[in-house]
């Protein structure tokens, strides 16, 4: 009797997929992944590197239109992105969109200097001559001569406690047109909390939200996130909040894009006023009430 070919190697071979050609983006250099150590050696992805990756795209997705929307007016574009660590978001955002846009600019700020030595390191030798590196806090870095007057776009990825603050301040000192946030824990307001609670309690019953320290914490950093949104307002800027969806695994996945729309919120500063004053922040005046 003849034999039949089992189904499956009767079945039409499936055309061969390149996994890691379904997870890339094109352009995507795939030695910058080695490099960064998403991609292994011999250019496998792992469960957690795939995370990553994945995460980066994410937040690159948000960020592209503003690159373009900037990139639509005029033919230079400056981002700064603080606390930049190992610098993966500006090196894929190099090497993704600026590449092959001659006046593109991206400064990666960042306090260790063994990681700003890396990036410096890691763009020559990926010949990305239009990324700069500056060992600097980004509270240093409103001021350094080594930064242009006006910069287009800031991003501040999970920059440590209030250094999103002062990368707002860095922001609105160079008249950034898109500011993208994703913040850290921020342990200064709930400090300022904890601190007046005997009087909070005399004068407001909201005041029963910080009366545990780990409500204090929590409401502490939920409250920095909306007095950054109002401030934000108060200079002219539209403001959306969303969750980074993606970054489950994280606490912090709240996402804040401003752009400037020379249409200041009319109420945005006073209601920051009376929010300070209601919880006995007012100490905090100069922090979200400040001209940079
Ligand atoms: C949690 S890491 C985030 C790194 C990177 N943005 C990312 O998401 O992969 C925070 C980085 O901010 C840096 N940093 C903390 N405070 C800073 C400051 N005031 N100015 C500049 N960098 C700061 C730290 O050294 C660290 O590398």
């Not at 307002?233 to 539209?238: C, F, K, M, Q, V």
Request: charged letters at 25%.
């Amino acid at each position: 009797m003849k034999r039949v070919a089992p189904l499956a190697s009767r079945a039409p071979k499936a055309a061969y997929t390149d996994p890691l050609a379904e997870v890339l983006r094109p352009g995507q250099s795939v030695e910058l992944l080695k490099e960064l150590h998403i991609l292994t050696r011999d250019g496998k992805l792992n469960q957690d590197s795939r995370r990553k990756l994945k995460q980066v795209y994410h937040l690159c997705n948000f960020i592209e239109p503003l690159l373009e929307d900037v990139l639509g007016r005029q033919d230079t574009l400056t981002l700064a992105d603080h606390g930049a660590g190992k610098s993966y978001l500006g090196f894929i955002l190099y090497d993704l969109f600026l590449k092959a846009r001659p006046g593109a600019h991206i400064y990666g700020i960042e306090t260790r200097d063994d990681l700003v030595e890396k990036s410096r390191e890691l763009a020559a030798r990926l010949g990305f001559e239009r990324m700069s590196f500056l060992n600097a806090t980004v509270a240093e870095s409103i001021t350094t001569e080594s930064l242009p007057p006006r910069i287009d776009i800031v991003t501040a990825l999970h920059a440590c406690n209030t250094a999103t603050d002062d990368a707002i301040q860095f922001a609105l000192a160079k008249q950034a047109r898109h500011i993208v946030l994703v913040p850290c824990c921020q342990a200064e307001v709930a400090a300022v909390l904890r601190k007046h609670k005997n009087e909070s309690f005399g004068k407001t019953p909201l005041s029963e939200i910080w009366r545990h320290p780990i409500h204090t914490r929590e409401f502490g950093s939920q409250l920095t996130n909306v007095l950054r949104c109002l401030q934000l307002e108060s200079h002219g800027y539209t403001v959306t909040v969303t969750e980074l969806v993606g970054w489950e695994h994280s606490l912090k996945n709240e996402l804040i894009i401003a752009t400037r729309a020379n249409a200041p919120r009319r109420n945005a500063r006073e209601r920051l006023q009376q929010i300070l004053i209601e919880l006995n922040l007012q100490e905090l005046e100069a922090r979200f009430l400040g001209t940079p």
